[in-house]
């Protein structure tokens, strides 16, 4: 069992020469490739994201996670409570052990829904994502109204910003953007038999997940977010009045790990949600407002040398989701000094690795690896070596280690 409850103040990746080795010896013993997860660094962003909170709960992305042992372990720290599911698929899993999971996004897995339809306990711990009321016609298509359990469901309304100028500025998310839009379909929800609108959420990319310290368009980036903070407390404190004339909502869900300042000083948020800084994808070393410790990482081997300052790993290709640009790629970090070929990037089955570094590895050496987001890393392992110092401490098996393929 993974406990984040107990163990030191240490900080051992402040030290990345003893921190990276460490992890080199603890699985030594183990075949490449090998995910790891650090127990000191897992804990301190648990904690410093606590911090960061402000005392609003945090509710656990499990698409940021995957792994089961470690959501367990997360929602044993008092700081958070709840799991936001990106499935519901996974949701219904998830739902056999957790009573409050929220479904991140819409779904028209017939299948699952039929599954949760027939399961009254999942049908009251698992609530579904809507803005459109094609969703509910889905649900009412394969049960109707009074033939079912009531089927819980929060409104997910849109947290882009409409710059003067700029126009769309954020992700493309729900169709529901101003606080009328919102309150007119929460309206049509509650007409609607056999469904509970118990919930909002709004969660706020174009602040969350846009790093504000990598590069010389920073200051555009700051004043955007600056604009867009301002413009969304004004208009989500608006659909929430309206929205609290319609129903009573349990939870108003909004952030993420770039925002949790933020976020957290809006009186109308009752939670945030949060976990990409948990494992801390190397996107998230460039905040002004928080610094996670590298606490996932993965090491291949290398296999050949082509040049005198070229090694080859085997592997590598593991592209996180987004835009087909360098900062998808994996990042290598340990020994420093080593980075991709141009032409070549990171590769299905390998991955030559150039620069000063490269001339004093040999085969059989290892290269470490931060991954550019989080939980996609657990979809390329069967399970996370957990390391503490230069221990190997234990396994803990990822969603696909467990057989389980959501998304």
């Known amino acids: 069992m993974i406990d984040l409850l107990s163990g030191g103040g240490a900080q051992p990746w402040r030290d990345p020469r003893a921190y990276w080795q460490g992890m080199t010896d603890a699985v030594a013993h183990l075949p490449a490739p090998i995910a790891a997860v650090n127990l000191d660094a897992l804990r301190y962003n648990a904690l410093d994201m606590m911090v960061r909170a402000g005392g609003v709960p945090v509710r656990v992305a499990s698409k940021s996670i995957r792994v089961r042992e470690m959501l367990d372990a997360l929602l044993r720290l008092p700081g958070y409570a709840g799991i936001l599911a990106f499935t519901l698929a996974e949701a219904l899993w998830l739902a056999e052990d957790h009573d409050d999971i929220v479904l991140g996004y819409p779904t028209a897995d017939r299948q699952a829904l039929a599954r949760l339809i027939a399961d009254p306990a999942a049908a009251s711990r698992i609530t579904l994502m809507v803005d459109d009321e094609a969703q509910l016609d889905l649900v009412d298509a394969i049960a109707a109204p009074g033939s079912r359990p009531d089927i819980r469901v929060a409104i997910d309304a849109d947290a882009s910003w409409r710059a003067p100028g700029l126009g769309h500025v954020g992700v493309r998310r729900s169709p529901l953007h101003d606080p009328s839009e919102v309150v007119r379909f929460a309206q049509a929800i509650t ?54 004339d319609v129903a009573a909502l349990e939870f108003v869900n909004g952030g993420g790990t770039g925002s949790l300042e933020v976020t957290s000083r809006d009186e109308a948020v009752t939670e945030l949600t949060a976990g990409s800084g948990l494992l801390a994808g190397h996107l998230f070393s460039h905040y002004r407002a928080f610094d996670p410790a590298p606490a996932a990482a993965f090491t291949l081997d290398v296999v ?20 087909p640009v360098a900062s998808r790629q994996p990042e290598p970090v340990w020994p420093t000094g080593l980075h991709t070929l141009g032409r070549e990037g990171a590769g299905e089955v390998q991955t030559p690795l150039q620069g000063a570094a490269a001339k004093r590895l040999s085969v059989g050496d290892r290269v ?15 399970g996370y070596a957990l390391v503490v110092g230069s221990e190997l401490v234990g396994t803990s098996p990822t969603y696909r280690g467990e057989g389980k393929a959501f998304l």
């Open 368 to 382: 470490w690896f931060r991954h550019a987001k989080s939980g996609e890393l657990a979809e390329r392992v069967v």
């Open 191 to 244: 007409r609607r038999p056999g469904f509970t609108l118990v919930g909002l959420m709004m969660y706020e990319a174009q602040i969350a997940g846009q790093p504000d310290s990598a590069g010389p368009g920073d200051p555009v980036i700051r004043w955007m977010q600056r604009r867009s903070a301002d413009e969304l407390l004004d208009r989500r404190g608006a659909i929430v009045a309206g929205l609290r």
């Open 304 to 323: 050949r040398k082509p040049l005198a300052d070229i090694a080859t790993v085997l592997g590598g290709g593991w592209v996180a989701s987004g835009p």
